[in-house]
């Protein structure tokens, strides 16, 4: 994987974002893509672990679920200039 190596754009600067990449990576092997030795399955499939194949419309909406909504906002305070 590319993303490993500092030779390209893919390069994860923040450990925090290679990690989210490299989970995003494993998911869509694993659940979305179709592997020819499996006879058009995925690995989730073939495991017996999913029965459908996934779609990554389907992997988008599952990680805007997941996230938390923003709460309601505070009061407006104003700010005092220090002179």
Do not use: C
């Amino acid at each position: 994987m590319r993303r490993f190596t500092r030779l390209t754009n893919a390069f994860s600067k923040k450990f925090e974002n290679h990690m989210h990449m490299v989970a995003l990576y494993t998911v869509w092997y694993n659940f979305v893509k179709q592997h020819k030795s499996l006879k058009g399955l995925s690995p989730a499939m073939a495991a017996g672990v999913s029965e459908t194949l996934w779609s990554m419309t389907d992997l988008a909406k599952m990680i805007d679920v997941s996230l938390s909504k923003p709460g309601k906002r505070g009061p407006y305070e104003k700010q005092t200039v220090v002179a």
